[in-house]
């Protein structure tokens, strides 16, 4: 059980690692994803900052289980915000499946954990 936790922390670290450093950096792309959303555009940032937190909470949990722990309950909580902003956008189911799945996987983690 404990390499699937491994397992499952790392994809989540790298999904996260990918999608925060792109949004800490910025673009008009994902502005314009969150303002499609109802979102303002400087909310992606904030999204990025507490998507790289969330990395850094994922990555100390191999050595400090109590960071591992709040770095999925995290997860849970952006996954709800990510689903809720695509139903409020209606946004086809397909579209909402990876954020989905990064609740689902985090959620698995709190139980293991």
Same mark, same amino acid.
């Given at each position: 059980?404990? $390499?699937?936790?491994?397992? =499952?922390?790392?994809?989540?670290? +790298?999904?996260?690692?990918?999608?925060?450093?792109?949004?800490?950096?910025?673009?008009?792309?994902?502005?314009?994803?969150?303002?499609?959303?109802?979102?303002?555009?400087?909310?992606?940032?904030?999204?990025?900052?507490?998507?790289?937190? $969330?990395?850094?909470?994922? $990555? +100390?949990?191999?050595?400090?289980? $109590?960071? +591992? =722990?709040? /770095?999925?309950?995290?997860?849970?909580?952006?996954?709800? /915000?990510?689903?809720?902003?695509?139903?409020?956008?209606?946004?086809?189911?397909?579209?909402? +499946?990876?954020?989905?799945?990064?609740?689902?996987?985090? %959620? %698995?983690?709190? %139980?293991?954990?």
């Amino acid at each position: 059980m404990v $390499i699937f936790q491994m397992i =499952l922390q790392v994809i989540l670290a +790298l999904i996260f690692l990918m999608s925060g450093a792109g949004k800490v950096k910025g673009g008009t792309e994902y502005e314009k994803g969150f303002e499609a959303y109802g979102l303002p555009a400087w909310f992606v940032r904030v999204t990025g900052i507490v998507e790289i937190l $969330i990395v850094i909470l994922l $990555i +100390l949990g191999f050595w400090f289980p $109590i960071t +591992l =722990l709040i /770095g999925a309950v995290l997860t849970i909580c952006v996954a709800i /915000g990510g689903t809720l902003a695509h139903i409020r956008a209606k946004d086809d189911f397909v579209k909402m +499946l990876p954020i989905i799945f990064v609740g689902i996987f985090a %959620i %698995i983690i709190v %139980i293991i954990a």
